[in-house]
């Protein structure tokens, strides 16, 4: 895909709906006004009915852990019900595409993950547009991928990983869970920053990786924490970075691959989001509600706790976060060949 790509406009300000009275035609006005979202409706907002949070996995998996705590608290402060929706299926897709064709009515919070960012590079003919179609909301937290060797390798920090890349002269292999997954682009993303070449083992699995790097077939492995801690507890693994610009609250003393390699940034991230449809007065009171969950004490140690490092940000901030990532996963996804499974 071309780097000329563009989406639809990063504008906060969605569509802005609007409904003239004509003088000729009292009825017609009438039934427009009705039609037409007010700050009364959104004062009004959300008593009537539930509010879903849509979710693309199972119950059980990263998005249920992060999404049940919001639930809860947003329960509180709208009196209302806050169902968890999950819609997997199709890499996301099935739940991002629910999400920006949900009525424009604020009832439809989808809680998305940051292959939005990768999804125009890798799926052809997404039902959506990853921009023009969904309007942020708020990033709700971020995980980083946690840097592997095995635990009798002689690595023992990123420069020396930089150091070992560059003497293999391609050699030196990585294992991830299949083309485009996050950990796969996450290396690709190191071997530009560290200028290495690096061989690529494909696995079924983020456990598979983990087996890989234990049983000699990898040197090295970006995984998730829930995949990488245990190993690393066992000692069968040494970490020996976390590809955040931030160190992670549960390995305080493994340092970043920002700290050897300045500015480099490979966390994948959860968000809110809506149908960009949504009129400006909902999409305020929607911004400062769910802003104010994530950031609640409680909230915040749940995600904690489901190794996560919560943000809670405006939706300027996730707008940002978002462009970024499409430019930074667009030129490693073309300049690797990156094809989907």
Not at 19 to 31: L, T, Y
Not at 80 to 102: C, L, Q
Request: glycine share 6%; hydrophobic share 45%.
């Amino acid at each position: 895909m071309s780097a000329s790509r563009s989406f639809g406009s990063l504008d906060l300000q969605p569509e802005t709906w609007s409904a003239p009275i004509e003088r000729r035609s009292f009825v017609a006005g009438v039934c427009a006004a009705l039609a037409t979202p007010s700050w009364s409706a959104a004062n009004e907002w959300p008593a009537g009915g539930p509010v879903r949070i849509i979710t693309p996995f199972p119950p059980g998996g990263a998005t249920d852990a992060l999404s049940r705590p919001i639930s809860a608290r947003l329960r509180e402060v709208w009196k209302t019900d806050v169902p968890v929706v999950p819609r997997p299926g199709n890499n996301n897709i099935v739940a991002i595409d629910e999400v920006a064709k949900s009525p424009p009515d604020g009832r439809t919070l989808g809680l998305i993950t940051s292959t939005l960012s990768t999804h125009p590079f890798l799926m052809p003919n997404l039902p959506f547009d990853p921009v023009a179609d969904l309007a942020p909301i708020s990033l709700i937290a971020r995980t980083a991928s946690i840097v592997l060797v095995p635990a009798q390798s002689p690595i023992v920090s990123v420069a020396d990983l930089v150091a070992a890349a560059k003497a293999a002269e391609g050699k030196m292999r990585y294992a991830s869970s299949g083309p485009g997954t996050s950990f796969h682009l996450v290396a690709e993303l190191f071997a530009r920053a560290a200028n290495v070449r690096l061989t690529h083992v494909q696995k079924s699995s983020a456990t598979e990786t983990i087996n890989a790097l234990m049983g000699g077939e990898a040197d090295v492995v970006f995984a998730n924490s829930a995949a990488a801690l245990p190993a690393v507890r066992n000692s069968h693994a040494r970490a020996i970075a976390v590809t955040a610009s931030s160190r992670a609250h549960y390995l305080p003393d493994v340092p970043t691959v920002a700290e050897i390699l300045p500015g480099f940034e490979g966390s994948a991230w959860f968000g809110f989001f809506v149908t960009a449809k949504t009129a400006p007065d909902l999409l305020g009171r929607l911004r400062q509600d769910v802003g104010e969950a994530i950031r609640h004490p409680e909230v915040v140690n749940s995600i904690r706790s489901a190794g996560a490092e919560p943000v809670g940000s405006t939706a300027d901030e996730l707008a940002s976060t978002l462009r970024a990532d499409l430019a930074r996963w667009e030129r490693v996804i073309r300049e690797a060949g990156i094809v989907a499974r």
